[in-house]
């Protein structure tokens, strides 16, 4: 009896043993496994042993690209090389490879077939063929890409459109590595679709971390121009990020993303992301009111939808007074800023129809600070305003505005004629000076 009991006993301590185990080996499984650290998730590499062609080709010639590619959420979900690259013999651009037809560069044609209603929402952006048209203009548009830029009411086209004259005057051995590098965003392509999704889900990984990160839109949201990168780092939502945003959930479910996962707002957040009541969406102008790239912003056409689509996104961590008392802030200061880029440009069409600027652009000093005044200081103390960057809104921005709306009033006064300066106005009035 005892000897059959210690024989009990032995039994119950290996299974409790191997039990232990087996718990143990799953809390300190390997790295080649999927793991959270710091906030991030590295995944195996589930093209280890592949059978593909292409991938055991490519382990060779072009290793770094099948590493990132077998790390990926759609190496994960079987998308194979071949039905992102291989296309019929006369796709455009199409070259012969291996016995079969690829391209390059998948175009947002191609990426449709999965992401219809992503490509969809991008095309009516202005990330879209606006972003393309503001730098090279819309005259050698096919016409497939013209009906399809006249339908966007983001890009408040005109057929007529011309290249932009900075772009002009530097030419392509410029524009390739400056304007282009950004503006291709929206590129149009021969199978006719637009657009370079990879400029913001950078390849072969395409993770939703590096998609969703600030520093992702700091390729071109920057410089003083447009910069929003700047204006973000600064802000309070900037400093949350860069303070504690190592341990928030960048690999949470697309659509389903909480405060608990990103707590504060980031590029992606506002302007893109699902969270809470918002729907994901790839329209970046889908929540927001004004023009503010316009040298007087004007509202966008359904900006009252829009308004409110951004405001259930600021309403995740914020109240509703605090979210309208903001609005209504911003608006005025906004307003604000047009009447001086009103009157900048007000000056600009007189000067010109007096023959005191000349139909060349940028040919003398004047015009560089017309075109600042809008395009470089008027838009970034907007922008400063309403992603809340005070540096930006005031010494990057009004300032700026205001030291050029000087220059040119001056130069008004001496070019033309009957023209009088708002101090001389004010004084003869019985105002005071500014």
């Not at 998609?211 to 949350?240: L, M, V, W």
């Not at 608990?260 to 994901?280: L, V």
């Not at 200081?377 to 930006?392: E, S």
Request: hydrophobic share 35%; with cysteine.
């Amino acid at each position: 009896m005892s000897r059959q009991r210690v024989l009990i006993t032995a039994v119950v301590v290996t299974i409790v043993f191997i039990g232990l185990a087996a718990v143990l080996a799953v809390i300190f499984r390997p790295v080649s496994t999927e793991r959270v650290e710091s906030g991030s998730i590295v995944r195996q590499n589930v093209l280890v042993g592949s059978t593909n062609p292409c991938v055991q080709c490519h382990a060779n010639s072009t290793p770094g690209i099948v590493q990132q590619y077998g790390h990926s959420t759609m190496a994960a979900a079987n998308v194979k090389c071949e039905d992102c690259h291989v296309v019929a013999a006369d796709y455009p651009n199409a070259i012969a490879h291996e016995g079969t037809y690829v391209v390059n560069s998948p175009t947002p044609a191609l990426c449709q077939k999965c992401h219809a209603r992503e490509v969809t929402q991008f095309n009516a952006s202005r990330h879209g063929l606006p972003a393309y048209v503001a730098v090279a203009g819309s005259q050698n548009l096919s016409e497939t890409h013209l009906a399809q830029y006249l339908s966007i009411a983001e890009g408040q086209p005109s057929p007529d459109k011309s290249r932009n004259a900075i772009a002009a005057l530097e030419g392509d051995a410029i524009t390739r590595f400056t304007c282009y590098g950004c503006h291709n965003i929206g590129r149009p392509h021969e199978d006719g679709s637009a657009g370079e999704c990879q400029m913001c889900h950078l390849r072969h990984e395409f993770s939703l971390e590096q998609a969703r990160k600030p520093e992702t839109c700091n390729f071109c949201h920057i410089g003083p121009d447009h910069p929003q990168y700047e204006i973000y780092t600064e802000s309070p939502h900037g400093i949350a990020y860069h303070t504690m945003g190592h341990t928030w959930n960048w690999e949470a479910e697309p659509g389903l993303i909480t405060v608990e996962d990103i707590p504060a707002a980031t590029c992606a957040i506002c302007h893109i992301s699902g969270i809470g009541a918002a729907s994901t969406t790839h329209d970046v102008g889908d929540r927001l009111t004004w023009f503010l790239f316009d040298p007087v912003s004007t509202r966008r056409p359904a900006w009252t939808d829009n308004k409110v689509r951004m405001q259930t996104v600021c309403m995740e961590c914020h109240n509703s007074n605090f979210v309208n008392d903001f609005y209504t802030a911003a608006d005025a200061a906004t307003e604000r800023v047009n009447e001086w880029t009103q009157e900048g440009e007000d000056l600009r069409v007189a000067l010109m129809q007096a023959g005191a600027l000349t139909a060349e652009p940028f040919d003398e000093p004047i015009d560089f600070a017309i075109y600042e005044l809008w395009h470089h200081w008027g838009r970034t103390a907007k922008f400063g305003v309403w992603m809340q960057g005070p540096d930006y809104a005031q010494w990057h921005g009004a300032y700026e505005v205001l030291q050029a709306l000087a220059e040119v009033r001056e130069y008004a006064v001496e070019h033309l004629p009957g023209y009088v300066h708002p101090r001389h106005a004010e004084t003869e009035s019985g105002g005071g000076s500014d």
